[in-house]
Nanobody
């Protein structure tokens, strides 16, 4: 099993930036595809970004593409998302997710594609 702990959330003004981190423990991070999701009150969990085991492939949700950047440092067992040009509609709890790659790697964009989740970190963007 892998344990995930998010950090870096907070209150920021519209147009500002935040860097969210997801620290993993328990297993070698390089065995896992990693992703970020978010969930606003009263809404379904939304895909934000995914990154392959090596970090060589990434994919973004339509609402954040061009503003957010996902990255990973396997040596530090940490995944990041750099969120720029933040908007009030980016306000949500942000979750880190992981799935172990056993055969062919798939960059899943739905929550059902991931087995492990962190507890979330709140991001609030004021207008």
């Amino acid at each position: 099993q892998v344990q995930l702990v998010e950090s870096g959330g907070g209150l920021v003004q519209a147009g500002g930036s935040l860097r969210l981190s997801c620290a993993a423990s328990g297993r070698t991070l390089s065995s896992y595809t990693m992703a970020w999701f978010r969930q606003a009150p009263g809404k379904e969990r939304e895909f934000v970004a995914v990154i392959s085991r090596s970090g060589g492939s990434t994919y973004y949700g339509r609402s954040v593409k061009g503003r957010f950047t996902i990255s990973r440092d396997n040596a530090k067992s940490t995944v990041y998302v750099e969120a720029n040009s933040l908007k009030p509609e980016d306000t949500a709890v942000y979750y880190c997710a992981a799935v172990q790659v056993l055969q062919r790697e798939v960059l899943a964009t739905t929550a059902q594609g991931y087995d492990y989740w962190g507890q979330g970190t709140q991001v609030t963007v004021s207008s």
